[in-house]
């Protein structure tokens, strides 16, 4: 009976987050980032109004302030990518679940885009007129997915992998209970909770492997971003199944050790 609590424990912690978070570091990376998104989102707005103000009035100051907003903008939007990078690698780190390979994987791409991060910063510190900040920014534009595709493909499959050891072990205490279940007097209610969650388990299965899918089409060319987001919305739904078969898997527990 110490397995199937320890697995339940396990399981019941997929109801705290979309993603669970292991360690409070990432969880301040993960703000520290979604904190440079808000600053970029509000200095692209300085930078439009920048624009509209030229457009009304061609002075020499607002010309020059067309030039200092796109420069914040631009390196904003380079420090919310380096806060996304540093995040998901020391969500992987320490992550005991991960595997050596995997956070390999994901610790190369983050150093590789860190360094083209380093690149454009060089790129925005030397524009000097409106005419270069559409060069650099055409250019930080067509570089910025690449960023951090290989990035969201390595972190898709760190979860895809978590996912299918917590379908695995799920499934494995659902066999055990299912046997425990057996020398019930009265085991009808028991093992019609326990067909939930083999049906449960298997629509999980059924998105991971949806999910999986999807993570390894995060590639350019091609619609990363969007195949990225499909792929954590598999997760999610599975995450959803696994959870309703915790729920029944805590049922039976209770049936059984009940008698």
Do not use: C
Request: charged share 25%; proline share 3%; no cysteine.
């Amino acid at each position: 009976m110490k397995k199937i609590i320890a697995v339940l424990t396990l399981v019941a912690s997929l109801s705290a987050n979309t993603l669970p978070a292991l360690a409070a570091t990432p969880s301040e990376l993960r703000q520290v980032w979604l904190d440079a998104k808000q600053v970029r989102l509000d200095a692209d707005a300085e930078y439009r109004q920048a624009q509209l103000d030229y457009k009304k009035d061609k002075t020499p100051e607002n010309d020059q302030r067309v030039i200092d907003t796109a420069k914040t903008v631009l390196n904003d939007a380079l420090d919310e990518a380096e806060a996304w990078l540093k995040w998901k690698r020391l969500e992987a780190d320490e992550n005991p679940r991960v595997p050596a390979d995997l956070k390999s994987n994901v610790d190369n791409d983050v150093d590789a885009n860190l360094a083209k991060i380093d690149g454009f910063r060089t790129d925005v510190a030397g524009i000097e007129n409106r005419l270069q900040v559409a060069v650099v920014f055409l250019k930080i534009v067509g570089g910025h997915t690449s960023l951090l595709t290989d990035v969201a493909r390595n972190s898709g499959a760190m979860w895809v992998y978590i996912g299918e050891q917590l379908a695995s072990k799920v499934s494995d205490y659902e066999t055990k209970l299912r046997t425990a279940a057996a020398d019930m007097s009265d085991n009808t209610e028991a093992l019609a909770k326990l067909d939930v969650v083999k049906n449960e388990l298997a629509a999980a299965n059924k998105k991971i492997a949806l999910a999986k899918t999807a993570y390894e089409k995060v590639r350019l060319p091609g619609t990363p971003l969007r195949k990225f987001a499909e792929a954590n919305a598999y997760l999610r739904q599975a995450k959803t199944n696994l959870i309703n078969a915790q729920v029944q898997l805590n049922h039976v527990f209770s049936l059984i050790t009940s008698q």
